[in-house]
């Protein structure tokens, strides 16, 4: 395949359309603001009274739409990253955290401080209520981390694709259950953000999920980076990896750790956003190659783009109203997984 | 000469059968020993017990250490894999790398700069006769074109090693996929590979590429050793029938017999 492109291209076109994404992402929305005040904008709310613009756009500006293109930028850049690891890990290009149903389990954790998390405060007092914010990233990661190890154990430790993607149909459904019964004993408060977070949206944006959501990402990004090659090894094979000199369980523990934290944050963050982490990996690996040393940035770069463009399309395609991104996402991404299971068929039956 | 690899007592059981049973054998630097035997004898097993891939009673020792101290540590385990390099029958590698970045692959997460890994590379492509297939995406090669190109990831591999350190190679069955002239070449190469103060360990089928290119043979038979020494006094009808159910003709062919 001829389509790759080297750093050269790629890097400043990426980031371009990055640029390109977010100003679109500032400028779209219910009060319309030029190109021009844009900028305005900003430098009113970040300087309070440096620039004269309507005083609603600097708070609109800082307050709604920039904190909102951040979480896309960092949540689609982790669901890019986790797409890409998950997808080294087990070997095969049809990993992705929603079908195997890792944003599930992550889905279940957040899920479980939604409804029940105004009880447990009540019950165990102050202390909790202070951690409260902390409570949902936490829960999400935990159920992350357990529903990875549950499906690499039933996968056959990534051998045997067929029982790996059977493996999220049974988690996806488990979780599926699990959710239904929290909605069904939730209250209506709890209710509505339930029905947010299972469709996934960007809604929520504030700057403490932008805080805790680039805390994640920052330090598991870096420490995924720095097993890039050790993944690079392991897609040889895990009998092989070892021979090249990489503690491989070691390697799986820490892959699983991280992917699951980071899946924790942008899953309480911006609820279950579907198959970013299927499409950007796989776009990055035909216009760039495998290699994780570079297939990770890049996903995360990519991650974020596409993140973003998905929520200005769901946020204008409806408007006034707002359509929820993970349906957007899920239209276009399905299609796509079909597509690539049809062309895997051969490999998928060996 | 000291062995660089000690197989004490070793076996392997399953629930029905035994798949080994009580080898002791050693292997020295500087040899092509050639694993010989019927399909199901134990010769990959062996060889897996000897990468540590499969679980064995008795005792492996590497580099005079037992197998389980080299993953005591990531640093351990990576000294080794500087001296210790495995091709595996089968590559599960479905990812879209260029040969040339799966040779690269064979250095492992390490430090060399990229310089140095380009000339390194290309010189292992050369030499397992894989440099024209260098561009080209690893998935669309054929099994054999497969097989040359993880022989040239190996041999990257083991150019980490200080020059004149003792090395091991295990080969699993090189040449089930080549053609006539790669068969030929990969066993030309293994014995290149076995004079730099390498001990090299092939597991073969055909007997006449054993007969031509190996110094020892170890014949297995129903999990035990059944000879063990020169190809010339192994590869005998009578032995040969004893092991293989076939009863074959010697036909003198220069300086070694083919068996017919």
């Known amino acids: ?350 | 000469m000291k062995p660089v690899i000690e197989i004490e007592q070793v076996s392997i059981e399953f629930p029905r059968r035994r798949l080994l049973d009580n080898i002791n054998l050693s292997f020295c630097c500087g040899k092509l020993t050639a694993l010989l035997g019927p399909n199901g004898c134990g010769k990959t097993s062996l060889l897996r017990a000897i990468a540590g891939e499969q679980e064995c009673g008795g005792a492996v020792h590497l580099f005079n250490w037992p197998l389980a101290d080299w993953d005591r540590s990531t640093e351990i385990r990576r000294r080794l894999a500087q001296r210790f390099g495995v091709l595996p029958q089968h590559s599960s590698l479905t990812f879209a790398f260029t040969c040339e970045e799966v040779v690269r692959l064979g250095f492992g997460p390490g430090s060399l700069s990229r310089a140095e890994q380009r000339e390194r590379v290309q010189h292992c492509l050369r030499r397992a006769d894989v440099w024209h297939l260098r561009e080209r995406l690893f998935p669309s090669l054929s099994g054999g074109e497969k097989q040359r190109v993880q022989l040239a990831r190996v041999l990257a591999q083991l150019t980490l090693a200080d020059p004149g350190t003792e090395k091991i190679l295990l080969l699993d069955e090189p040449t089930s996929a080549l053609d006539l002239r790669h068969q030929h070449q990969v066993l030309q190469l293994a014995r290149e590979v076995a004079a730099d103060n390498t001990a090299v360990l092939v597991v073969l089928h055909d007997l006449n590429l054993a007969a031509r290119y190996a110094d020892r043979v170890v014949m297995l038979s129903e999990g035990a050793v059944r000879g063990d020494g020169p190809p010339a006094e192994l590869i005998q009808p009578e032995l040969v029938e004893q092991i293989y159910g076939y009863r074959g003709r010697i036909l003198p062919c220069g300086d070694y017999h083919a068996l017919l």
């Open chain 1, 1 to 350: 395949m001829e389509m790759r492109i080297n750093d050269r291209t790629l890097l400043p076109s990426l980031l371009l359309l990055l640029l390109v994404g977010s100003g679109l992402s500032l400028a779209v929305g219910a009060i319309s603001i030029g190109w021009r005040d844009l900028f305005a904008a900003l430098a009113a709310w970040g300087w309070p009274g440096s620039v004269e613009v309507p005083e609603q756009y600097a708070l609109v500006m800082g307050e709604i739409r920039l904190p909102r293109l951040l979480l896309g930028l960092i949540v689609g850049g982790i669901l890019g990253l986790c797409g890409a690891v998950m997808q080294g890990m087990f070997r095969n290009p049809l990993a992705d955290p929603g079908i195997i149903g890792v944003s599930a389990g992550a889905g279940v954790g957040a899920a479980v401080v939604l409804v029940l998390g105004g009880a447990l405060t009540a019950f165990a007092g102050g202390l909790l209520a202070k951690v409260h914010w902390l409570l949902l990233p936490l829960f999400a990661s935990a159920g992350g981390a357990f529903t990875t190890w549950l499906v690499y154990r039933l996968g056959d430790r990534g051998k045997s694709v067929v029982m790996m993607l059977l493996a999220g149909v049974a988690i996806n459904a488990l979780a599926g259950a699990a959710i239904g019964l929290l909605n069904y004993i939730a209250d209506d408060r709890a209710l509505r953000d339930l029905a947010m977070w299972q469709l996934g949206s960007l809604a929520g944006a504030n700057w403490t999920a932008v805080a805790v959501a680039a805390l994640v990402l920052v330090p598991t990004g870096v420490l995924l980076w720095r097993r890039a090659e050790a993944l690079n090894a392991l897609l040889l094979g895990e009998a092989e990896a070892r021979h090249l000199g990489v503690d491989v369980a070691r390697l799986k523990r820490m892959l699983i750790v991280l992917t699951a934290l980071a899946m924790g944050a942008a899953v309480s963050a911006a609820g279950m956003i579907g198959f970013i982490g299927l499409v950007v990996p796989h776009a990055v690996r035909l216009l760039r190659g495998p290699d994780h040393v570079r297939l990770l940035p890049y996903s995360v770069l990519a991650g974020g783009l596409l993140l973003v463009i998905a929520d200005v399309i769901a946020r204008t395609l409806v408007a006034p109203a707002e359509m929820p991104v993970g349906i957007l996402t899920a239209i276009l991404g399905a299609p796509f997984f079909m597509f690539l299971l049809w062309q895997q068929r051969r490999q998928i039956f060996q």
